[in-house]
């Protein structure tokens, strides 16, 4: 199969087993997650990989595989979002509302990672068959499914979304103090009910490296958002006092 693409943006791309060769790419940025993926005959994961973590000494924490390891991994996450919402409360409300380039807003980010929590502390590891609040976003490709809530018009403020990150994040922090070696290395029970993740049982580890992995790079992306948020507006974006 041949074919040539210009001056397009592909999203949400799921490409598996497969070959391309022959490529010619330039002025190509690619992000997402790696997994064997080989340039010219060299797996590109690992060096991506390395050349994050050496932007980014904490973000091996994300790897975490021990009860200490990753209360020290939340820490940080806590510590990054804390400043990453005191950036958000410069500009006015309004602006936290505002897709850039087509990606979640602020406010919808946060919802996002109410619902990531939601399924991965709260159904996952604790069995409450339906943990949504009617704020939860899931991501866009999800299935509708009955009780699952998926209300992208809604407005809320940013204190309300907060109070419910603020409960979700002590929440996760519970979780992380009262976790032992022995409950790390176990599975869950399966949990029935409507909604994501199937009903099965998934490794503990595997559920709380997720949370940890949604959190730090949704904070990455709201980041950059905000940045051109501001660099939009100039001197001008603060609230009013």
């Known amino acids: ?18 070959e391309i060769r022959g490529a010619y790419l330039t002025n190509v940025a690619i992000s997402g997650e790696l997994e064997n993926v080989t340039v010219n005959g060299v ?17 091996k ?14 820490n940080v996450v806590e510590a990054r979002w804390a400043a990453t919402v005191a950036r958000a409360r410069t500009l006015d409300e309004s602006l936290l509302h505002e897709s850039v380039d087509g990606e ?19 159904r996952v590891l604790q069995g409450d068959p339906a943990p949504f609040h009617p704020l939860d976003l899931p991501y866009d490709e999800a299935a509708d499914a ?9 407005r809320p403020s940013l204190d309300e979304v907060l109070a419910l990150r603020r409960d979700r994040m002590d929440g996760v922090r519970q979780v992380l103090d009262g976790l032992t070696g022995d409950y790390l290395t176990s599975s869950t029970t399966p949990v029935e009910g409507p909604g994501w993740p ?17 959190e730090w790079c949704h904070r990455d992306y709201a980041e950059r958002d905000l940045g051109v948020l501001t660099a939009d507006r100039g001197p001008d974006h603060r609230p009013a006092a």
């Open 146 to 154: 009955p009780g699952v809530p998926r209300d992208r018009n809604v």
């Open 43 to 59: 797996d590109i994961g690992p060096l991506v990989q390395a050349e994050l973590d050496r932007r980014e000494p904490q973000r």
């Open 104 to 122: 979640w807003s602020f406010i919808e980010t946060q919802r996002h990672l109410l619902y990531a929590t939601d399924i991965w502390v709260r």
């Open 1 to 18: 199969m041949s074919f040539r693409m210009q001056d397009r943006r592909i999203d949400k791309a799921m490409l598996h087993n497969v």
């Open 198 to 214: 199937p009903a099965d049982s998934y490794p503990v580890l595997e559920c709380l490296q997720t949370v940890l992995n949604e």
């Open 61 to 74: 924490l994300l790897r975490a595989t021990t009860p200490a390891g990753l209360r020290e991994a939340w």
